[in-house]
């Protein structure tokens, strides 16, 4: 395991590595980072939906477990996570790598083709192949959507905060570890936990909530209700709670 130090300076430079990909590798790797976390969400419904409601809390652990496997595969395989690159770019512009305007290109590029291999998955695999779209699964689908969108702005935005302040970490680990079956743990424990809570985490609303919308039980407005409060406090919980804690208490001031 790296030192804190040490997490700090590779995280810079993933960061700042992250801004030169060109164009076309932000597009495919943002859309690969938006199909992943779809599928660990997929997952997540399809081995929980059968668990009876008055049995929550194991609901939450057994798709908790399985949810984690999409950030895993952008980790260590390859893929561009909006929500990742919050915290990993926002290393790189406190140590003034990077600067802002690049920041907000580079989450805008992300964002949008996270949000398309996101429906991607909602649609083909999820109401196509009718994976999401059969008893029990459709219900399920509806019902964590309808408990998204139900929430209002200040809850949201809080609860964008918490699922990034774990989701940052995961990646913080990952930085950390020095083989793949160390990344795998520091990432699996974070994400399961920010699933089991409940937190709201952007991208993956980015699948949960269109699935719901294929199957009749969501709208697009309700969608893009919900977004923008949990995506700025994605934001807060990255740049914040993650990059910058451990940017001014680990960076090198000499």
């Given at each position: 395991?790296?030192?804190?130090?040490?997490?700090?300076?590779?995280?810079?430079?993933?960061?700042?590595?992250?801004?030169?990909?060109?164009?076309?590798?932000?597009?495919?790797?943002?859309?690969?980072?938006?199909?992943?976390?779809?599928?660990?969400?997929?997952?997540?419904?399809?081995?929980?939906?059968?668990?009876?409601?008055?049995?929550?809390?194991?609901?939450?652990?057994?798709?908790?477990?399985?949810?984690?496997?999409?950030?895993?595969?952008?980790?260590?395989?390859?893929?561009?996570?909006?929500?990742?690159?919050?915290?990993?770019?926002?290393?790189?512009?406190?140590?003034?790598?990077?600067?802002?305007?690049?920041?907000?290109?580079?989450?805008?590029?992300?964002?949008?083709?996270?949000?398309?291999?996101?429906?991607?998955?909602?649609?083909?695999?999820?109401?196509?192949?009718?994976?999401?779209?059969?008893?029990?699964?459709?219900?399920?689908?509806?019902?964590?959507?309808?408990?998204?969108?139900?929430?209002?702005?200040?809850?949201?935005?809080?609860?964008?905060?918490?699922?990034?302040?774990?989701?940052?970490?995961?990646?913080?680990?990952?930085?950390?570890?020095?083989?793949?079956?160390?990344?795998?743990?520091?990432?699996?424990?974070?994400?399961?936990?920010?699933?089991?809570?409940?937190?709201?985490?952007?991208?993956?609303?980015?699948?949960?909530?269109?699935?719901?919308?294929?199957?009749?039980?969501?709208?697009?407005?309700?969608?893009?209700?919900?977004?923008?409060?949990?995506?700025?406090?994605?934001?807060?919980?990255?740049v914040i709670f993650v990059a910058g804690f451990y940017y001014f208490s680990y960076a090198n001031k000499k």
């Open positions: 395991m790296f030192t804190p130090e040490e997490i700090l300076e590779k995280s810079i430079v993933a960061g700042t590595n992250k801004l030169n990909k060109t164009l076309l590798a932000k597009m495919i790797l943002g859309f690969i980072g938006g199909a992943m976390i779809s599928m660990g969400f997929l997952a997540y419904v399809r081995v929980s939906a059968s668990i009876p409601n008055n049995l929550a809390s194991v609901k939450a652990l057994v798709g908790g477990a399985v949810f984690p496997i999409g950030l895993i595969v952008i980790l260590l395989a390859g893929g561009e996570l909006a929500t990742g690159n919050m915290m990993a770019v926002g290393t790189a512009f406190f140590a003034r790598k990077v600067s802002f305007i690049d920041y907000l290109k580079n989450l805008i590029v992300i964002t949008l083709f996270n949000f398309l291999g996101a429906v991607f998955v909602a649609y083909f695999f999820g109401h196509i192949v009718q994976l999401t779209h059969l008893a029990p699964y459709k219900q399920a689908v509806v019902t964590i959507a309808t408990g998204k969108t139900g929430a209002s702005f200040l809850p949201a935005f809080v609860s964008g905060i918490g699922c990034n302040w774990l989701v940052g970490l995961a990646v913080w680990l990952s930085f950390g570890a020095k083989d793949a079956a160390g990344k795998i743990l520091g990432i699996w424990f974070p994400i399961m936990i920010f699933v089991a809570v409940g937190f709201q985490h952007s991208i993956a609303n980015c699948f949960i909530i269109p699935a719901a919308i294929f199957e009749g039980g969501s709208t697009w407005n309700l969608f893009f209700q919900n977004f923008v409060p949990v995506y700025l406090g994605n934001i807060i919980g990255g």
